[in-house]
Every structure is written in C-alpha cells, then in structure tokens.
C-alpha cells in the first residue's frame, strides 16, 4: 500500500517538533516545519516522487527530500527513529494537546516531570501547572479543558473520513457474496456528523464467528477490485484518491470478534436471516430514542419502515432523521427535503486572493463542471491577516475580474462576495461605502473564540443586524472532534436571523458542519433561509456539499429554505430585494 501525502507530512512535521523538543539545531528542524507546510498543497503523490523531483518543491531541501524519499519506501527515516528512541511516547500525544507546543512541553517535562497527558491532567486540577515559568491559571484551565475534550474524542470519526472505506467495504461484500445483502445500521445509517463505530449487519452466513484466517480468505478474494470513486470525499483523508481496496487495512480480531482497520475504525459484525434483514435494519439504524418516542417494539414490525410508521399513525420519516430529536412533532414530507440535486449555486468560497488554493476562473470553470449555476466568491476580510485578508485595493482588482470573467462565462454568474470578519465589537471589517458594493456579505467570527454567551451574542447579533450582513458564517466557529464553538443562544440567533432577513450558514465542510442540525427545524418554523456552503479553499472542496445536504436532512431542511437552491434568477432577485431593504 502506497504511502499517502497526508502521512508523509504527518512524519515531518513530528520531526520537527520533537527535534524542537530535545533542542536540536534549529535551523534543520525549521526547515523540516517549513517543508511540512509547503507540502500540504501538493496533490501530486509524493512517494512517487524522485529526490531530484522533490527538490524542484518551494521549501524542500535536500535532508526534506530525503527523508521523503525513506518514508516512502520503509514508512520511516533515521533521523526520526533517533528521536523516537529517546521520546516517552506520552510526550508525543501531550504535543497533541491544543495550546501546548514543544517549547511548553519541555519545560512541563523537565520542570514537573510529566511525561503523559494524564499526568499532566492530574496536575492541572492539582494547580500545579502554574509552578511552571509561563503558564499562568487561565493557560492552566485551558489545558485542561483541551485534554478533557480530547478524551471525549477518543475512538469517533467525521463521517467524512469514514464514508469511503464504509462504501468500499459494502461494494466488496456485493462483490463477493453475491445476493447476499449487507448494509450499516447505527450512526452510519443515519449518517451522523461523527462516528464511534460501524455496525454491519449482513445475511452472509460465512461472516459468523469468522476467524482471521477465515476473513483473510474474504479479504483475498475482494482485494484484486479497488472500487472506483466519481468524485473525492474528504480532502483530510483520501483526496485525489479514486480508488480503494474494499478490504485492504482492515483485520479481524478474534478476541473481540470484531474488524479493525488501520485508520483506527471498528466494525461490528451482525449476521441475520433474510427474512429478519429489514426489521434489523430499521432497529438497528434508529436511535434509541426514536424509537422509544414511537413506542416501538418488535411486535409493531410490519414487513417495512414505510407500513409500520403508517401503523403507528406517523408520517414516513427519512432514516437520517431517525434521532429522536424533533421528528414526530415536526414532521417533513420526503419530497420536500432538500438533496444534492437541488443545490443551484455554491457560496462562500476563497480563491488564491487570500488562502484559496485555485484562481478566481478555476473556481467558476468546476463550478460549471459540477452544474452549477452561479458561484458566490468570499475570500478573507482585510482584518485576517493570517489568511492573506484582502485589503481595498485587491478588493477592486478581484471586482475587476469577476466582470471580466462575468463577460466570458455567460450565462454562469460570479457574485463578488466577501467572508467580512465580525469584529470584537460585532462591527463588519470594511466601511460602509466599500460593503455596499458587495454583492453578498458573509459575516463570520475568526478571532478571540474564547468569549462568554454573553459577549458571543452581543457580537452575533450585532452583526446579523448589520444592513449589508447577507449569512452568518458558522455560528458557533466549531470543529467537530477538535474545538467546542463558543457558547450562543441559537433560538435567539435564529430570532434575529428572522428579523433582519440574515440567512443562515449550514457550513458544509466536515470538520464544521456549523450550524448544527438540531436548530435547523427552528430556523424552518421561523422562516429564515439556510445556505449549505462548502467553505471551499480549492475547487474540490464544493464537494464537501454533500456532507452539508446530509446534515441539513437531519435536521428537516427543505429545498423551498435553502438560499443556493434558489436559481440563478431567484437569486439575483433575492439579493436584489436585500440590497432594497426589501426583508
């Protein structure tokens, strides 16, 4: 198995902060962070790659390409291997800790002799992080609420990572049992945002108690059939990926009696007759609570999902929307969900004018290619300099040739936008005479996340109340597994939302998925319109839409709520009526 990019810069980088760690010369392990970095662009695969060839590479010199080049063969290089040897391993999972570098890690190290981070957990609620030069209460306090969210973490997935060896995995077990049927229940099913296991429930009698050697026959006998990917999934995971070996990583632990894939994921496996396969999977497949809001038992079975909710006097109910939050009492006609084929334009993306990876006509000409019929361009505000943030001037430029490209692409249409930075005082970062001349405006929260409720929501609604804000950006400033967003009052979010004709981001890349489902039937009672965003950085990234309609159909979203199901004409009317102060 070819060693992906990912993993390579993934060894990189950890040569370079553990070579921090211990000291070691600064300009080597600088230059290995700067090459990691430089490489995360890269879609080509690396391994493929020549010394000579990685050379050419802004930031890849000689020890870089090098150690590149070993990686690729052997999955490891000397230089890192050294380091390990001499690394506690708790260290290295403690330089995972949000806010710790490895500066801080070697003074916790040498000063507290911590080297694991439940060990530094314990000294944390003991206060004795403070003891150490630099790290004060407040940093103490974060620390701990990193780690106590990171153990949260432990062993779930975004589905977005999980989705293509899941898929795969099914169409190998087609492949290779024939009639036999075989899905996933469980949080797979539904399609939930993160995903602590796989369930598979299957009526091929050989899976089980199926040993390992007896799985690896399975395994042989799919493995030769990569299955073929239309498009890319996740860009963390298997981007520029077309194919996959159904079978390829995963292994069967007798012990458990489960599979385990190299990527860290488990699979249950449940084998069923025919005859009950249905049943299993509507149990199975809903939550809990569902089911128990239904009054369900196995007795209320009649022969399919669609009789049995008719049995119990309840509308049909998609099983994504199986969760047992507000289905019953908010129930939403099939037809009237919104799915991928609805989506008419695609908002809220970043070109190479700030931290986009494509140019402005690289991204319209996908967007054409995907269907499309209108792109909104949002590139940074100037306050997020960190992101390359557009001043005026390439503000201009950027109008300048959008109309250009406006000409050229006809009947396709770039809408000049803006990501505008919602300020510490919930201002939007340009002037008035500037923001009148977007077309659309998405206002969103970028910097000091670490707010009360209170503060968030004067921020927020200070600029959902602002007459040139179109979207709020990802509400809550979320990542999924990784950062809990600030605390808001969504209903009252949603109220102004309403008020002030603001549509709403269902922020659609995988890692967001921000705002979260559970508000969106609110936001349909109100009437405020929600806009599925990809918050693409490269052309593929409109992709991650996908991911945004799944989360959008948990939540009851419909396509006559959805801002970019709107067609070219709604839209430009739309956004007509906003720039009239028509609410």
Not at 309 to 319: I, L, R
Not at 533 to 539: L, V
């Amino acid at each position: 198995m070819s060693v992906d990019n990912h993993e390579i810069v993934k060894a990189l980088q950890l040569y370079a902060s553990l070579a921090e760690l211990h000291e070691e010369n600064p300009f080597k392990y600088k230059a290995f962070a700067s090459g990691a970095f430089n490489l995360r662009k890269i879609k080509e695969p690396l391994s493929d790659l020549q010394e000579s060839q990685l050379l050419l590479i802004p930031g890849v010199g000689k020890s870089v390409a090098k150690a590149i080049v070993e990686y690729s063969v052997s999955r490891q290089f000397p230089a890192l291997e050294d380091l390990l040897a001499v690394t506690p391993t708790g260290l290295i999972a403690m330089l995972g800790v949000k806010g710790l570098g490895p500066k801080k890690v070697r003074l916790i190290w040498q000063e507290l002799g911590i080297d694991t981070v439940e060990d530094l957990f314990d000294a944390c609620r003991q206060n004795r992080l403070v003891e150490v030069s630099g790290f004060g209460y407040k940093t103490q306090q974060t620390i701990m609420a990193a780690i106590e969210f990171s153990y949260g973490a432990r062993g779930k997935f975004h589905l977005a990572r999980v989705m293509p060896y899941a898929e795969s995995f099914l169409a190998g077990m087609r492949l290779v049992f024939g009639d036999e049927r075989h899905e996933f229940t469980g949080d797979y099913y539904r399609k939930s945002d993160v995903i602590d296991r796989l369930v598979l429930l299957t009526t091929a009698m050989e899976m089980s108690g199926i040993s390992s050697a007896e799985w690896d026959e399975v395994a042989a006998a799919g493995g030769d059939n990569s299955v073929e990917f239309a498009s890319d999934i996740d860009p963390g995971v298997v981007r520029n990926q077309s194919s996959i070996d159904p079978f390829e990583g995963w292994s069967m632990d007798e012990a458990s009696g489960v599979l385990r894939h190299e990527q860290g994921f488990v699979m249950e496996i449940e084998v069923v007759m025919h005859a009950d396969f249905d049943r299993k999977l509507f149990e199975g497949g809903a939550a809990a609570r569902h089911l128990e809001l239904l009054e369900y038992t196995a007795s209320d079975w009649k022969g399919n999902d669609r009789e049995t909710y008719a049995s119990k006097g309840v509308g049909f109910v998609v099983p994504s929307r199986r969760e047992g939050h507000r289905e019953m009492e908010r129930p939403v006609e099939e037809a009237s969900l919104l799915k991928y084929a609805d989506i008419k334009g695609v908002l809220h993306n970043h070109t190479t004018y700030s931290d986009g990876l494509n140019s402005v006509e690289e991204m319209a000409l996908y967007a054409m290619e995907i269907g499309m019929e209108y792109l909104g361009i949002c590139d940074h505000s100037k306050t997020a300099g960190y992101a390359r943030g557009l001043q005026v001037e390439r503000v201009l430029q950027q109008f300048e040739e959008i109309d250009n490209l406006n000409q050229q692409l006809w009947p396709f249409k770039i809408f000049k936008g803006i990501e505008s930075d919602i300020l510490g005082n919930g201002d939007l970062d340009y002037e008035p005479e500037i923001l009148g001349r977007f077309d659309m405006i998405v206002a969103s929260v970028h910097s000091n996340l670490n707010m009360t409720q209170d503060k968030a929501m004067d921020r927020l609604l200070r600029a959902i109340e602002n007459p040139y804000t179109t979207i709020l950006g990802h509400p809550t400033g979320r990542l999924l597994l990784m950062r809990e967003g600030y605390p808001i009052d969504h209903h009252k979010v949603i109220d102004a939302c309403a008020a002030n004709g603001v549509a709403l981001e269902l922020n659609a890349h995988p890692y967001r998925l921000d705002i979260d489902w559970r508000y969106i039937d609110y936001a349909m009672e109100k009437g405020v319109m929600v806009s599925v965003n990809p918050d693409a950085h490269e052309k593929m990234g409109y992709l991650d839409m996908h991911f945004g309609v799944l989360s959008g159909q948990k939540g009851g979203l419909q396509t006559s709520q959805t801002l970019n199901a709107l067609n070219l004409v709604e839209f430009e009317a739309y956004l007509a009526n906003r720039k009239k102060g028509n609410r």
